[in-house]
């Protein structure tokens, strides 16, 4: 087991730190302390060089406890050798990956920055949106420029990124790459010099980063073509003995292809729309996502200049997650696969960067339920709830009490939108709001009913979900009924599994920071994702506008030069 070490010079200092921040946690105010809220300008001698944050997408921390014994690459170096926070969890519902890519990007919960789910119902506009579709954006690629296009305007706050540009003398270089745009945007923020997101069969941005194709994506994706993995397989890396549980087990639904190994990655003659789809939802996407931010840091001289920013989110752990879920032999050889892509790229900052140039955050947006099916098999109460079901049974209900009419617009995650007016009409008619109530309750899965005016301003509470579901609200953007379900109860869909609870295995993901700045360790002090931003500024010398988290000064080294660059 290794030992917590704690930096001798900040010592008392650590302590109260803790104890504050402690108790703030318990206050649940969110508001940043003195300490949170910058130094002023350091010194650039003092700074480091390149800022990386890596995000993999769905990574619940118990897979680094039940599978890590068998990675060698960057995951496992980032372990060893990284300040690792073992109790880091999210605090709020809807850990959905908008929202975890926001709270990363800025420092603040979703009550705060405003990204409260991946889509949600817009009144104004009366339908559904995505959290980063803009249209009055037009999405830029080498295919053509086409709209809707997507980009940071619903962000209600500047992320680091953002703050690095505007407090560093306006030289820091941003690039976040992604296979989702939600992904990269929430980590780039307002600007970026290379934002870029997959959509359709190529890698794109918007206009609310660039007028053009960004140059060096161009060229990477002319000299390897993702073509070029059409035909290959999908096998096991590891030996036979090294997977746990079983390779086939109930509930895991493909999106396409088989439920076993080995799996095709377009098996048709030509690439095809099928073949994206699996590619996307395969190792081999990540690998070209590790190789396009290796082109990224040569091509921009990451790292040689100003302070600059690095964001790079896989997405095929979430990919292969939903389709065959957490015990899958799937799941756990990408993550196989992930530690050597991520150690490649480390290797490559070693040697383009310097090893005592540049710092290293690992996190995740979310974790993962179980499959309900296999946990009902273990006699455990598990299933899924269906929303489409519940709306149209509130509607026959209401009315009953309000006429005929349509009077629920949408029920999406949690949040139960209805129609315009409706929810005033509800207010003024306890009885027919109290017959919504009621057969909220009765669903089997719901857990707990809010009122979404009931969590405006982060009411101070004990209730635990009561706190959650306050963190995740955002007035004018949530439902106006919050509906909880209970554990290991997800929303049907077609999907094996999913996420967005505030239970455990949705929540809890690691927090790992890596670099000169950082004491190597585990920690079990608290922690959340939205603790990265202010540490890291912290380290820059750089000012957030509003964070949640706190700066995790435990993990904190003395203060060192860089090495020269080579």
Same mark, same amino acid.
């Given at each position: 087991?290794?030992?917590?070490?704690?930096?001798?010079?900040?010592?008392?200092?650590?302590?109260?730190?803790?104890? *504050? #921040?402690?108790?703030? $946690?318990?206050? =649940?105010?969110?508001?940043?302390?003195?300490?949170?809220?910058?130094?002023?300008?350091?010194?650039?001698?003092?700074?480091?060089?390149?800022?990386?944050?890596?995000?993999?997408?769905?990574?619940?921390?118990?897979?680094?406890?039940?599978?890590?014994?068998?990675? @060698?690459?960057?995951? &496992?170096?980032?372990?060893?050798?990284?300040?690792?926070?073992?109790?880091?969890?999210?605090?709020?519902?809807?850990?959905?990956?908008?929202?975890?890519?926001? @709270?990363?990007? +800025?420092?603040?919960?979703?009550?705060?920055?405003?990204?409260?789910?991946?889509?949600?119902?817009? &009144?104004?506009?009366?339908?559904?949106?995505?959290?980063?579709?803009?249209?009055?954006?037009?999405?830029? !690629?080498?295919? =053509?420029?086409?709209?809707?296009?997507?980009?940071?305007?619903?962000?209600?706050?500047?992320?680091?990124?953002?703050?690095?540009?505007?407090?560093?003398?306006?030289?820091?270089?941003?690039?976040?790459?992604?296979?989702?745009?939600? !992904?990269?945007?929430?980590?780039?923020?307002? &600007?970026?010099?290379?934002?870029?997101?997959?959509?359709?069969?190529?890698?794109?941005? !918007?206009?609310?980063?660039?007028?053009?194709?960004?140059?060096?994506?161009?060229?990477?994706?002319?000299?390897?073509?993702?073509?070029?993995?059409?035909?290959?397989?999908?096998?096991?890396?590891?030996?036979?003995?090294?997977?746990?549980?079983?390779?086939?087990?109930?509930?895991?639904?493909?999106?396409?292809?088989?439920?076993?190994?080995?799996?095709?990655?377009?098996?048709?003659?030509?690439?095809?729309?099928?073949?994206?789809?699996?590619?996307?939802?395969?190792?081999?996407?990540? $690998?070209?996502?590790?190789?396009?931010?290796?082109?990224?840091?040569?091509?921009?001289?990451?790292?040689?200049?100003?302070?600059?920013?690095?964001?790079?989110?896989?997405?095929?752990?979430?990919?292969?997650?939903?389709?065959?879920?957490?015990?899958?032999?799937?799941?756990?050889?990408?993550?196989?696969?992930?530690? &050597? +892509?991520?150690?490649?790229?480390?290797?490559?900052?070693?040697?383009?960067?310097?090893?005592?140039?540049?710092?290293?955050?690992?996190?995740?947006?979310?974790?993962?339920?179980?499959?309900?099916?296999?946990?009902?098999?273990?006699?455990?109460?598990?299933?899924?709830?269906? +929303?489409?079901?519940?709306?149209?049974?509130?509607?026959?209900?209401?009315?009953?009490?309000?006429?005929?009419?349509?009077?629920?617009?949408?029920?999406?995650?949690?949040?139960?939108?209805?129609?315009?007016?409706?929810?005033?009409?509800?207010?003024?008619?306890? $009885?027919?709001?109290?017959?919504?109530?009621?057969?909220?309750?009765?669903?089997?899965?719901?857990?707990?009913?809010?009122? =979404?005016?009931?969590? *405006?301003?982060?009411?101070?509470?004990?209730?635990?979900?009561?706190?959650?579901?306050?963190?995740?609200?955002?007035?004018?953007? #949530?439902?106006?009924?919050?509906?909880?379900?209970?554990?290991?109860?997800?929303?049907?869909?077609?999907?094996?599994?999913?996420?967005?609870?505030?239970?455990?295995?949705?929540?809890?993901?690691?927090?790992?920071?890596?670099?000169? $700045?950082?004491?190597?360790?585990?920690?079990?002090?608290?922690?959340?994702?939205?603790?990265?931003?202010?540490?890291?500024?912290?380290?820059?010398?750089?000012?957030?506008? *509003?964070?949640?988290?706190?700066?995790?000064?435990?993990?904190?080294?003395?203060?060192?030069?860089? +090495?020269?660059?080579?």
């Amino acid at each position: 087991m290794r030992r917590i070490e704690w930096p001798a010079a900040i010592g008392i200092v650590v302590i109260v730190l803790a104890c *504050a #921040s402690a108790a703030a $946690a318990q206050r =649940g105010d969110g508001e940043p302390r003195d300490d949170q809220r910058g130094e002023g300008q350091r010194p650039p001698e003092q700074r480091p060089r390149l800022v990386v944050v890596i995000v993999v997408d769905q990574l619940r921390t118990d897979y680094i406890e039940k599978f890590g014994h068998h990675w @060698t690459g960057g995951l &496992r170096r980032l372990i060893d050798q990284g300040a690792w926070f073992r109790l880091a969890e999210y605090p709020y519902w809807n850990t959905v990956t908008c929202p975890g890519h926001a @709270t990363i990007g +800025t420092g603040s919960f979703p009550s705060s920055h405003g990204m409260i789910l991946n889509q949600w119902w817009d &009144r104004e506009a009366g339908t559904q949106m995505g959290c980063t579709l803009d249209p009055r954006l037009s999405k830029v !690629s080498g295919a =053509g420029n086409e709209s809707p296009g997507d980009g940071p305007w619903r962000l209600r706050l500047p992320t680091l990124a953002d703050e690095m540009r505007m407090q560093l003398g306006g030289k820091s270089r941003v690039v976040s790459l992604s296979l989702k745009a939600r !992904s990269a945007i929430g980590l780039a923020g307002q &600007r970026g010099d290379a934002v870029v997101w997959w959509q359709g069969d190529r890698f794109v941005t !918007s206009t609310a980063y660039a007028q053009k194709p960004v140059d060096f994506v161009e060229e990477y994706m002319r000299v390897r073509p993702v073509v070029r993995d059409h035909g290959k397989t999908w096998e096991k890396l590891l030996p036979a003995h090294a997977y746990m549980y079983a390779d086939d087990m109930p509930g895991e639904r493909p999106r396409s292809g088989r439920i076993t190994f080995p799996h095709a990655v377009g098996p048709g003659r030509e690439p095809d729309n099928t073949f994206y789809t699996q590619w996307r939802r395969s190792p081999f996407s990540d $690998a070209y996502l590790g190789e396009l931010a290796k082109a990224a840091v040569d091509s921009l001289k990451l790292g040689h200049g100003e302070t600059d920013f690095l964001g790079v989110s896989f997405s095929a752990l979430d990919y292969v997650g939903h389709d065959f879920g957490p015990r899958s032999h799937e799941v756990q050889d990408t993550l196989a696969r992930l530690d &050597r +892509t991520i150690g490649e790229l480390l290797d490559h900052l070693d040697r383009a960067v310097g090893s005592d140039n540049y710092v290293v955050a690992l996190s995740a947006d979310h974790g993962v339920s179980p499959i309900p099916d296999q946990i009902a098999e273990e006699g455990i109460e598990a299933g899924r709830l269906n +929303t489409g079901t519940m709306a149209r049974r509130l509607d026959e209900i209401l009315s009953l009490h309000l006429g005929p009419g349509r009077h629920i617009a949408r029920f999406l995650y949690t949040e139960l939108y209805f129609a315009p007016g409706v929810y005033d009409r509800l207010l003024n008619n306890p $009885a027919a709001l109290d017959a919504v109530m009621s057969e909220l309750w009765r669903t089997p899965g719901v857990a707990r009913v809010f009122r =979404g005016d009931e969590l *405006a301003g982060r009411p101070a509470t004990d209730d635990p979900l009561m706190r959650a579901a306050a963190l995740g609200y955002h007035p004018g953007r #949530s439902g106006d009924l919050i509906v909880l379900a209970k554990p290991f109860w997800i929303a049907t869909g077609t999907d094996a599994t999913t996420h967005g609870s505030g239970y455990t295995y949705d929540r809890r993901v690691p927090v790992i920071l890596m670099g000169p $700045a950082f004491h190597p360790g585990d920690y079990y002090s608290p922690a959340t994702p939205a603790d990265i931003a202010p540490t890291l500024g912290h380290l820059l010398g750089v000012v957030l506008a *509003a964070p949640d988290g706190r700066i995790l000064g435990e993990a904190l080294a003395p203060r060192r030069t860089p +090495t020269p660059r080579r």
